[in-house]
């Protein structure tokens, strides 16, 4: 299924949530699966502002080599300009466990809200669970403060493989009501995490994203001025290449503002979603938090799309 397919099948989704006449224990089902479906591949998204970062960065990297008469420095300046590539470090190993944790957590809560036994769901729910503990254990050697509670994956696997069909049909929102309190402790530190990455007005740090977006459109000025004053003639294609680096900085300057918007709006639908699930409340307040979730997605695929 395509991104754009899976946005308009998850805002169908949501208007379900809202006009559904069926149980509570169901309804909150459809909350937690809208929640897992549109969660489960978040990390592409703060992911693409670093990829597109880096390769704004290595681009304009190439004028500043173009502008150098000497062949050996010529040759040194282009090596630079690869080893970044290779080398680029903006996303940490606690940011990208960060990212993965965030991703392992949703895909579960797609599995535990399957609508259907069946043995290939045994084995999703084992390998997510694997692989669910394995990142927490990794994140907490990584930020040892942190605590992350262990065993969810575990816990949320076999839930599944020991319940069959009779897990689907009784046993289902008590097992998600036992994860969830769980997973909302590891969304809170993961999406904390990662608005301090993206530089959120509320979580300033000295190596934010954002500086870094600033600082590179003035290299970017620098590099292309010193490589037209070498060159003896400058192409429409040259021309090009500066205007669509300038752009694609723009749409991923707006892209870091949607991903700081779409992760706190995650915080607050999972917090919703942890709270609709305690006192059993009316699905309006959490269809709304949702539906602004789903919005800030949309709006990030849309932006996406514009930098492809």
Request: charged share 25%; proline share 2%; glycine share 6%.
């Amino acid at each position: 299924m395509s991104q754009g397919n899976a946005v308009k099948c998850l805002l169908f989704l949501l208007a379900s949530i809202i006009t559904s006449c069926a149980s509570l224990s169901k309804s909150q089902l459809n909350e937690v699966n809208a929640f897992g479906l549109l969660t489960c591949n978040f990390s592409a998204y703060p992911g693409t502002v670093v990829s597109t970062y880096n390769r704004i960065h290595q681009q304009q990297e190439l004028y500043r080599a173009n502008s150098i008469d000497d062949a050996a420095e010529h040759f040194k300046a282009i090596e630079k300009a690869n080893d970044f590539k290779q080398k680029t470090d903006l996303i940490s190993p606690k940011i990208d466990l960060s990212l993965k944790i965030i991703d392992q957590y949703a895909q579960g809560l797609i599995i535990l809200t399957a609508n259907k036994y069946n043995k290939k769901l045994d084995t999703s729910a084992k390998s997510f669970g694997s692989n669910l503990d394995k990142l927490v254990a990794a994140y907490n050697k990584v930020d040892a403060g942190a605590n992350l509670p262990s065993g969810i994956g575990s816990l949320a696997a076999a839930a599944i493989t020991l319940g069959g069909d009779i897990y689907i049909r009784k046993k289902q929102a008590d097992d998600i009501k036992q994860i969830l309190p769980i997973g909302d402790k590891i969304i809170e530190k993961m999406t904390t995490n990662i608005l301090e990455f993206l530089g959120s007005p509320s979580l300033r740090n000295g190596n934010s994203l954002e500086g870094l977006i600033k600082a590179e459109k003035s290299t970017i000025s620098t590099n292309y001025q010193s490589f037209v004053s070498h060159k003896k003639i400058v192409t429409l294609d040259d021309e090009r290449g500066c205007l669509q680096m300038l752009e694609d900085l723009d749409d991923v300057e707006r892209l870091r503002l949607q991903c700081i918007e779409a992760v706190s709006n995650l915080r607050k639908a999972h917090a919703q979603l942890l709270k609709d699930m305690d006192q059993k409340q009316t699905l309006m307040q959490y269809a709304t938090e949702l539906q602004s979730y789903g919005d800030d997605v949309k709006a990030i695929y849309n932006t996406i799309q514009a930098i492809k």
